[in-house]
């Protein structure tokens, strides 16, 4: 018993909640279950995993925070340059902020402690290291954990509907 992907009537993410939660919505006739878990909650109530709401609702955009965590995650924890897992990771800007290189999605990546001192106050062309794939900003912080939760091998049900998992 975990968490359950929220959707909106028009079958577009918007959230994960609790499966307490969710089973109280469906329960109360908010939402309909679209995808169950093999074990009964009561009698002939199947414990959901995605569930869609009846009723549309608008939901302004929320952006995902710069942090290291966030960049880690992003990248899989893995160095840019040289596709090193492992503990000895860092932060690395793409343009030096010593040439004016800014705090941005598009402009930090991960990368390990050698790779990062090798490549030191130069661009990756400079330094001759090319990047494993081109930073960019995730889509929304509700697709960034949803993928999350996929990738760890939970939820696989939740594929169909978060597009890019």
Known sequence: MGHVLV????Y????????RRAAVMVLKGKAEGLEHEDHELRAEFFLPTVIRLRQF????FKELPLTRRNVFQRDRHTCQYCAYKGEQLSIDHVIPRSRGGQDTWENVITACIRCNVRKGNRTPKEADMPMASVPRRPASTLYFEATRQIRNGRYAEWRKYVIGA
């Open 12 to 19: 577009e993410p918007l959230n994960i909640t609790s499966w």
């Open 57 to 60: 609702v608008r939901v302004p």
């Open 7 to 10: 959707l909106n009537a028009s």
